[in-house]
């Protein structure tokens, strides 16, 4: 029987999801869509998940899995093309959307490549840790296509117009240096300590008050799209909701107590 090509690990209040088709550099085919989403989803919906991270092996992504996209239009009319594609994009995105409206950390972990959708993948994650032997690139105008994935609209937030402009219409790679350098990681890591570093990140964040995670990432994913008013309320509103539950009181008193406080979400 092959083996799943996603993997699911739990330890703790972390749950770890390996992309598994190595063979590919596991390049994005339906299967894996669909099995990447599914996963996602019920991290998402799990309570007893505080923390997500999402890594390859020796690769993370190189972006759509070409074969399969050739060999899946074989003998379609263009309308048929059009449609079909349509389909796969609208799955792929709905797992993009979970990932940036789940109420709880994802940390990407990076060796190899991370190209086309695999760069979108990472920027879609709230955090990225990259081994120095990853490397980037857009990738999409090399085959005659518009990005996906939502990194036309994470790329100009992270770096600027002409930077995303750059990346987006030369589709040129790109190393860990350079990631770091424009925002797209948090750190740059040797290739033997990306694991370890990860679950480290990990365990710190799944030990935290996810409930204040929780809103500060809703807050942040929000605020480029909000005037300076309408975010003032929205934090004001959500300081009060976390002021008013018992995580907020175990801070203060672990403060005074010269403590570690125990978050109880």
């Not at 309408?230 to 672990?254: I, N, T, V, Y």
Request: some cysteine.
């Amino acid at each position: 029987m092959p083996e799943a090509v996603v993997l699911v690990a739990r330890e703790g209040a972390v749950a770890t999801i390996t992309l598994n088709r190595p063979e590919a550099l596991n390049a994005l085919d339906r299967e894996l869509t669909l099995a990447l989403r599914d996963a996602v989803f019920a991290a998402e919906q799990d309570p007893g998940v505080r923390c997500v991270v999402i890594r390859g092996g020796a690769h993370f992504m190189a972006g759509g899995d070409l074969k399969w996209f050739h060999q899946s239009i074989g003998g379609m009319e263009p309308v048929q093309v059009r449609v079909h594609f349509e389909a796969f994009i609208h799955e792929v995105h709905a797992l993009i959307i979970s990932l940036r409206r789940m109420p709880k950390p994802v940390i990407a972990g990076v060796r190899g490549a991370a190209a086309g959708f695999g760069l979108s993948l990472m920027m879609a994650c709230d955090l990225a840790l990259a081994a120095d032997n990853a490397y980037f690139t857009l990738a999409y105008t090399a085959i005659g296509v518009s990005p996906d994935g939502g990194s036309t609209f994470a790329l100009p937030r992270i770096m600027g117009q002409k930077k995303a402009m750059e990346i987006a219409l030369l589709g040129e790679r790109f190393d860990a240096v350079a990631a770091e350098r424009l925002g797209l990681v948090n750190r740059v890591v040797p290739p033997g300590s990306l694991d370890v570093e990860t679950a480290k990140l990990a365990a710190r964040l799944a030990a935290g008050p996810t409930a204040a995670y929780a809103r500060t990432k809703a807050l942040l994913n929000g605020s480029l799209n909000a005037t300076l008013e309408s975010q003032l309320q929205r934090e004001a509103e959500a300081f009060a909701q976390c002021a008013s539950e018992p995580d907020f009181k175990e801070g203060l008193s672990a403060f005074i107590e010269k403590r570690k406080p125990q978050w109880r979400r």
